[in-house]
């Protein structure tokens, strides 16, 4: 029963038929491997699958990440790669290679020693030398959790993922961030700090509003995971958002509202752009899965919608059926900006915002 096509994990066989694939040369040197949401189409599994079969290729050494490319098969295998390929038990034991390791965890160490005992070298032949440990900096480890969070969405971000794509130990990286939700922080509060607030803002209490709305916006466009991550109710310690309530406190305070209207009217507006941005990261997802992007989804519902309407329940409904709706993220986003805008006027100094 051990040996049964039904005890290997599906990730495990996903891996073995690209492993295959590197090794018959179908794949070569610096060719893209299929990214993880193109395994899901491809396999029909799930992210979390998807996920667990890259980091094993990286974890034998068959692949790499490069950045603005994805992960392509690696020029040198770092060690033959069958000697190292899990048995089912192993797989499916807590601390096997898709679990996160804590600092106390001891799964890292002890799947070294296994893994450098199957491929016939010492484990320390695996592990980063001395300069590669020191060339490990905060910097790094945030700029490579940002970029998977980019590419595969914030739920393929750990501990253990981060470290195989820079190549180093897990543990290694608690010496710089306490654990995955300090991480966490540290990547939002990069992504934000890239697109500081101008040192003067515009003119008006409108101008100004809408420029960090807009910009704040723009930021939570370029990277989908940012809007899911950040919490109103309790909020991280983002030092760079911090310059974003500054900015819309003195604005809302100094055209008239007390300071409490202007932080509720501020995390309002925060509230309004993240609210929109849950969307992005989400249809990312399903994109993945279904491997129909939103208009092509909407138009295989369609027949099932018009049947719903036909009755005349629903004439107006049925009205925009037929002649068709474009749905455009940045457009919903500036006419909510506007009509929330629109709101505030009336309790500011400037009334019309000029």
């Known amino acids: 029963m051990g040996g049964s096509q039904a005890a290997v994990p599906r990730y495990s066989q996903i891996v073995d038929e690209l492993r295959q694939r590197i090794e018959a040369g179908e794949l070569s040197p610096g060719d893209r491997v299929p990214s993880t949401r193109e395994i899901t189409k491809q396999w029909g599994v799930a992210m979390a699958t998807a996920t667990k079969v890259l980091t094993e290729l990286r974890r034998e050494g068959l692949v790499r990440v490069v950045p603005g490319v994805g992960t392509v098969v690696e020029s040198r295998p770092s060690r033959p790669v069958r000697a190292t390929r899990p048995t089912a038990a192993a797989a499916s034991r807590p601390g096997g290679p898709s679990s996160d390791a804590s600092p106390a965890a001891p799964s890292d160490a002890s799947a070294g020693t296994s893994s450098g005992a199957a491929s016939g070298t010492s484990a320390d032949a695996s592990l980063p030398t001395a300069s590669a440990q020191a060339s490990l900096t905060t910097g790094r480890i945030v700029a490579a959790a940002v970029t998977i969070a980019d590419a595969e969405g914030l739920a393929a971000v750990s501990m253990r993922r981060v470290a195989a794509d820079l190549g180093m130990a897990p543990m290694s990286l608690y010496r710089h961030v306490a654990d995955k939700d300090d991480l966490l922080t540290r990547m939002m509060d990069t992504v934000i700090a890239n697109d500081p607030l101008p040192a003067d803002p515009p003119a008006g209490w409108r101008p100004a509003i809408e420029l960090a709305a ?98 005349g329940r629903f004439p107006a409904l049925s009205r925009l059926a037929t002649t068709g709706y474009d749905l455009d993220l940045d457009a919903l986003f500036e006419f909510g900006l506007q009509r929330l805008l629109d709101g505030l006027a009336p309790l500011l100094s400037e009334g019309s915002g000029d």
């Open 214 to 311: 807009r910009q704040l916006w723009s930021v939570f466009r370029r990277h989908p995971w940012l809007g899911p991550a950040v919490s109103v109710t309790r909020p991280q310690t983002i030092t760079s958002a911090m310059a974003y309530s500054e900015w819309m406190l003195d604005t809302l305070h100094s055209h008239g509202l007390d300071l409490q209207s202007a932080f509720t009217a501020h995390l309002m507006l925060l509230n309004y752009a993240r609210g929109i941005a849950f969307n992005l990261e989400a249809e990312q997802e399903a994109e993945a899965h279904s491997g129909l992007d939103s208009e092509e989804w909407m138009d295989a519902q369609g027949p099932a919608l018009l049947t719903v309407l036909t009755p």
